[in-house]
């Protein structure tokens, strides 16, 4: 089994930074993209920011020049720094991973529990 676990969540002032960890752990032989979403009540979850496997970061167009992906393949880890945070930063962040397990030659997403930003004065 394959276990996702979110940290770094917390509430910060406006213009503020946070940094959020993704650990993964279990039976694992590889990851291949990385992920961060948001989901905000009444809204849909949206993807914030992706990293492929080879390290390439992608970004919505709301966090560009804010936001930094990163990954720490042997670690196993994912991180979200987010600098200059805004209110409507505000949600429920969570990580996503595509992993290929020991048991299979098939690959699949594996998401964490979510850790809670609130951006507020």
Known sequence: ??????????????GG???L????????WGIFGMAWHRQVPGKQRELVADITGDGRPKYVDAVKGRFTISRDD??????L????LKPEDTGVYYCSMTIVQMTTT????FWGQGTQVTVSS
């Open 1 to 14: 089994q394959v276990h996702l676990v979110e940290s770094g969540g917390g509430l910060v002032q406006p």
């Open 17 to 19: 930074s946070l940094r």
């Open 21 to 28: 960890s993704c650990a993964a752990s279990g039976n694992i």
């Open 74 to 79: 042997v670690k196993k880890m994912s991180y």
């Open 81 to 84: 720094q987010m600098d200059s």
């Open 106 to 109: 098939a690959s699949s997403e």
